[in-house]
């Protein structure tokens, strides 16, 4: 979409006002994926459904803590993901 093309080319992506590099994106979302015993392949579909892409180029990034932003992000998915469920 025209939006996911807009974040490849930026290689930002906007978080709950703040703009967060694709890179710290998906290293926040290994370190969550780390922490909670997801299955390795977690925080790329993450980053592919937020960003449109694989993360390929960001696939070495060391973790790092959560932000807010990404933490307030995951959070936002899981209650879409349990919404669906419901229905």
Do not use: C, T
Request: aromatic share 12%.
């Amino acid at each position: 979409s025209k939006l996911q093309r807009k974040r490849l080319k930026s290689k930002m992506i906007e978080l709950h006002g703040r703009m967060v590099p694709l890179g710290e994106f998906f290293a926040e979302l290994k370190a969550y994926s780390q922490e909670r015993g997801y299955a390795s392949g977690w925080a790329s579909n993450q980053f592919r459904s937020a960003v449109g892409v694989w993360p390929n180029a960001y696939r070495d990034a060391p973790e790092r803590p959560l932000s807010m932003e990404v933490r307030a992000w995951i959070r936002g998915q899981q209650i879409r993901f349990a919404k669906s469920r419901a229905q």
